[in-house]
């Protein structure tokens, strides 16, 4: 049952209205339980990194389309040596506001339970985490200030008056073919060409740089309640399915452990729907042996607009599952291949 018109719009007013209570400054006193402009979300970052120097540094990785910095914070105790890393990014879709609250939250929780929680020690002691708020920045702020349900970038076709592609067909693998539009006033429109956007071709740079050392790609999205990894431009099975299928299981079930939520895991091209260019078959192919798509609460009733009154219960099951991922890349996985060697 989806909620009808005014409703709606009591909803979006809700979660945009002007609060003196986000517009606080010191971090004891930053509001993780409610929707955060992309300014605050920015500001955010830099006050993360003079708090915690020791734990928390931000860069940037170039900048958007409409000429706004990308900024990552690189979450994890200073190492010499070079560590694994963990590249998590939020806010692929504008409309996805749970997205970017959870990206704030991660850094939070993990920022204030180290050194206490045995898990997170060890995850930052011997991982880095790569985290991007807010990914489609010139989308997200659009959102906030004009079409709450706006999904894509905000870049200017030349033929169109339509503006935006969506950043999760632009990645350079099996581009613009199945479940993805060649029309730029479409939702799922691919872009002119592979990397188009200078959001996904930053991005995309950034990880091919580190390769190496990225163990593992989450991106967040909404909604769904699923968690997602490769293919999703086809049905095939990956060559290391049973260690990631073992990831996705025990993500799933620290998730359920949380609240009773129930997540359905699996390829993306069976669990949700085909699509190409999508980012986390990009990653797999690029050499990260994790990949995953998480789509967050709900199922469809709040939808896009999910009230601030959830974003504490759905960040709180999403960090176990998020832990239980990075955890795993800890562990050494034997794929299949190790295991049954050919004959």
Not at 10 to 20: D, P
Not at 237 to 264: D, M, Q, W
Not at 273 to 297: C, H, K, M, Q, T
């Amino acid at each position: 049952p989806d909620m009808n018109l005014h409703t709606l719009a009591k909803e979006i007013e809700k979660q945009t209205g002007y609060r003196s209570s986000r517009k606080r400054r010191s971090e004891a006193q930053y509001d993780y339980e409610v929707y955060h402009s992309l300014e605050e979300i920015q500001s955010w970052m830099f006050m993360m990194n003079t708090t915690h120097p020791n734990l928390v540094d931000v860069f940037s990785v170039g900048k958007s389309y409409e000429g706004r910095p990308l900024y990552v914070l690189q979450l994890g105790k200073k190492r010499r040596l070079q560590k694994k890393a963990v590249w998590i990014d939020c806010g692929v879709h504008a409309r996805e506001w749970i997205g970017p609250a959870f990206c704030q939250w991660f850094v939070k929780e993990a920022i204030n339970s180290y050194q206490y929680d045995s898990v997170m020690t060890r995850l930052l002691n011997q991982l880095n985490f790569y985290i991007m708020p807010v990914f489609n920045v010139d989308g997200y702020r659009f959102s906030w200030i004009t079409d709450r349900f706006w999904r894509k970038t905000r870049s200017k076709n030349h033929k169109f008056h339509c503006r935006g592609v969506d950043a999760n067909r632009n990645w350079k693998v099996k581009w613009c073919d199945e479940g993805a539009s060649s029309h730029p006033c479409d939702d799922t429109y691919c872009g002119p060409f592979p990397e188009s956007e200078p959001e996904v071709k930053a991005v995309a740079k950034f990880l091919r740089k580190h390769k190496k050392r990225v163990e593992a790609y989450i991106s967040i999205h909404a909604y769904a309640q699923m968690l997602l990894y490769p293919y999703s431009y086809k049905y095939a099975t990956i060559p290391n399915f049973n260690c990631v299928e073992s990831a996705a299981h025990n993500a799933v079930t620290a998730l359920y452990s949380a609240y009773g939520v129930k997540y359905r895991y699996g390829p993306a091209s069976t669990t949700l729907y085909v699509s190409s260019g999508s980012s986390i078959d990009w990653a797999y192919r690029n050499g990260i042996p994790y990949a995953f798509a998480f789509e967050l609460r709900d199922t469809g009733y709040f939808g896009f607009l999910l009230p601030e009154s959830l974003i504490k219960p759905t960040c709180t099951e999403t960090m176990r599952a998020v832990k239980a991922i990075a955890s795993g890349v800890l562990k050494k996985c034997k794929t299949d291949r190790e295991k049954f060697p050919y004959i």
